[in-house]
């Protein structure tokens, strides 16, 4: 018998999600919904390796006719009831809820119909999120989601949502969320077999964005050869057969971050394959045309505002961007249309053609991941 997955998904990067899981093998994709992608499991598939997913769980039911009335609940507690619930994962049972479009009922309503059933049906303690209350550890998570007028209730498949990485030992304010980041590096085409070249974060963060890109590429954690032994960022080159990921921050907290959290994504076997440094986005200091691929979240002016050269406007960026940039190389760019949040109004920053856009939803806001080509004096694509 099969096993129907759900993964959850940013709103927008669906498409990546199902692309991920087809390049992965790990099963049939069978359905996109609202921040989903449900697919057959394949037998002894790694679920919990999905990259741009929020999170993975295994649908235990699937329940039609679920309407806007509240006879819905007596519905959805039903569907619990009925469930073959194998063993619980712990003492304790939580729901989180969601749904698309208006109900006659809360998210809370929905929680506490199907938790309810759930932790009578394996004499547990249910633990109701109505009063802001926080599940305790280690209790088994179900979701529920309901889109039209069917529903599934599932159970994670992990013991923790997948956005959580067990890597991001240290953070700082407006880091970005793995699996977008993990979308950017696809979109960038990083997982593309026979990948070789500089990968550059000029606005690197915590590192999120590289170590993302570092999993889907699979590089060597010995490092490659063309960074190997640098005494300082100039005249980069990835090397023969190599990858290499290069990050840069002006906030001295950023790049201690970064590197402790490379640090905790790789086993403790030799340098790695990343290399952090302190540079203004505006000023940085990488030979011209050395860098295959460009990852960037730009400051949005909300938790991180634009500092130094940035601070009048992000021109500056993009004409580093461009410099760097190798003949046929790509930048991609999570940009937003906003002025005050860093954005580019009219499209396109100065010097760039869009090659592919990806609208997606964000902390409420509505950012677009972007591919961008170097734009020649002829106002096309490509080389100058």
């Not at 997955?5 to 498409?15: H, I, L, Q, Y």
């Not at 194998?86 to 479009?101: I, K, L, N, R, T």
């Amino acid at each position: 018998m099969l096993t129907l997955a759900v993964a959850r998904a940013v709103r927008g990067t669906e498409p990546l999600v199902a692309a991920e899981i087809r390049r992965a093998r790990l099963g049939v994709v069978v359905g996109v919904r609202h921040r989903e992608v449900w697919f057959e499991v394949r037998p002894g598939a790694g679920l919990l390796g999905l990259r741009t997913a929020d999170d993975v769980l295994l649908a235990a039911a699937v329940v039609d006719g679920v309407g806007h009335g509240r006879s819905a609940l007596a519905r959805l507690a039903r569907a619990a009831r009925g469930i073959d619930l194998g063993p619980p994962g712990g003492p304790d049972v939580e729901v989180s809820a969601s749904f698309v479009g208006r109900r006659n009922y809360t998210r809370h309503e929905i929680e506490d119909a199907v938790g309810t059933e759930l932790a009578r049906s394996w004499r547990l303690r249910y633990h109701s999120r109505r009063d802001g209350g926080r599940p305790p550890a280690g209790a088994t998570a179900w979701r529920v989601t309901i889109e039209g007028d069917q529903a599934v209730i599932a159970r994670r498949a992990g013991d923790r949502p997948l956005h959580r990485r067990p890597y991001k030992t240290a953070s700082i304010p407006g880091t970005l969320h793995p699996p977008l980041a993990a979308a950017m590096a696809q979109f960038a085409g990083l997982g593309a077999e026979g990948f070789r070249g500089v990968v550059l974060d000029p606005c690197c963060g915590a590192g999120t964005t590289l170590i993302e890109a570092h999993a889907l590429t699979r590089a060597p954690h010995t490092g490659p050869a063309g960074l190997s032994g640098l005494s300082g960022f100039s005249g980069l080159a990835g090397g023969v057969g190599s990858v290499g990921f290069v990050g840069f921050d002006r906030d001295p907290a950023a790049v201690a971050a970064a590197a402790a959290n490379a640090r905790a994504a790789l086993p403790p076997d030799g340098p790695g394959p990343f290399r952090w440094g302190l540079a203004d986005a505006g000023r940085l200091p990488v030979a011209d045309g050395s860098v295959r691929r460009v990852l960037v979240n730009p400051p949005w002016g909300r938790q991180v505002p634009p500092r130094g050269l940035l601070g009048p406007g992000l021109d500056p960026l993009w004409r580093e961007v461009r410099r760097v940039l190798e003949p046929g190389g790509l930048a991609v760019a999570l940009l937003h249309d906003d002025p005050g949040a860093g954005g580019t109004p009219g499209g396109a920053p100065r010097g760039f053609t869009i090659e592919q856009a990806l609208p997606v939803s964000l902390s409420g806001r509505h950012p677009v991941i972007t591919v961008l080509s170097r734009r020649n004096r002829a106002g096309r694509g490509g080389t100058r």
